[in-house]
């Protein structure tokens, strides 16, 4: 697994002066890492380049420069960054602003009693955790993948797609050629 450590990090400084061309790189490599499940959720896979990125401009905005609290900023976003075989992300809440937020937040819990799928042909092969917060439209969400689901995500003659197959929210969203292949590598297998 690839963790960020103090020598990947710049300095807030130079960030700053190359956050333009930084911020398309990482909007290039999250579009191909987002699908949007139904009108209320999107899921965001995560890599080492986009938290990277994430980590590096949560630096810059609050001014972090001190060498302890850098430190421990990224032990914090390691965290977020997905094991070798593994995938992982954030679920989030869409919640237009006119409306109440509790009812929402409720959908996330009740997703983690069934979790999210990835199906092939159809077929639910790997369920990921959700780890809910009650009081944010975030949770974060992980799939522990099988050899035999490597193998399914390498093999383009399946349909792929993420699933949500709870009472109270039932969505897919299939997974493009060019996503597939973007998953496949973050991988790192």
Same mark, same amino acid.
């Given at each position: 697994?690839?963790?960020?450590?103090?020598?990947?990090?710049?300095?807030?400084?130079?960030?700053?002066?190359?956050?333009?061309?930084?911020?398309?790189? *990482?909007?290039?490599?999250?579009?191909?890492?987002?699908?949007?499940?139904?009108?209320?959720?999107?899921?965001?896979?995560?890599? *080492?380049?986009?938290?990277?990125?994430?980590?590096?401009? @949560?630096?810059? +905005?609050?001014?972090?420069?001190? $060498?302890?609290?850098?430190? +421990?900023?990224?032990?914090?976003?390691?965290?977020?960054?997905?094991?070798?075989?593994?995938?992982?992300?954030?679920?989030?809440?869409?919640?237009?602003?006119?409306?109440?937020?509790?009812?929402?937040?409720?959908?996330?819990?009740?997703?983690?009693?069934?979790?999210?799928?990835?199906? @092939?042909?159809?077929?639910?092969?790997?369920?990921?955790?959700?780890?809910?917060?009650?009081?944010?439209?975030?949770? @974060?969400?992980?799939?522990?993948?099988? $050899? $035999?689901?490597?193998? &399914?995500? &390498?093999?383009?003659?399946? +349909?792929?797609?993420?699933?949500?197959?709870?009472?109270?929210?039932?969505?897919?969203?299939?997974?493009?050629?060019? +996503?597939?292949? &973007?998953?496949?590598?973050?991988?790192?297998?």
């Amino acid at each position: 697994m690839l963790e960020i450590t103090r020598e990947n990090v710049t300095d807030i400084y130079t960030f700053d002066n190359h956050r333009e061309e930084q911020f398309k790189e *990482y909007r290039q490599a999250q579009e191909v890492r987002t699908f949007y499940l139904g009108p209320h959720l999107i899921l965001r896979i995560h890599t *080492y380049r986009t938290v990277l990125f994430q980590l590096q401009d @949560f630096l810059r +905005s609050q001014r972090i420069a001190d $060498d302890d609290a850098l430190r +421990s900023v990224i032990k914090e976003y390691n965290t977020l960054l997905p094991e070798d075989g593994h995938l992982s992300g954030n679920l989030v809440l869409r919640i237009p602003k006119k409306e109440n937020i509790q009812p929402r937040l409720n959908l996330l819990p009740a997703l983690a009693q069934t979790g999210l799928k990835i199906q @092939f042909n159809g077929e639910e092969i790997v369920t990921g955790t959700i780890t809910p917060d009650r009081r944010s439209p975030v949770a @974060f969400v992980e799939f522990q993948l099988t $050899d $035999d689901a490597i193998q &399914a995500i &390498a093999n383009d003659t399946r +349909s792929m797609a993420f699933a949500t197959e709870n009472p109270e929210y039932t969505h897919t969203v299939e997974v493009e050629p060019a +996503s597939r292949k &973007a998953l496949l590598a973050d991988l790192n297998v």
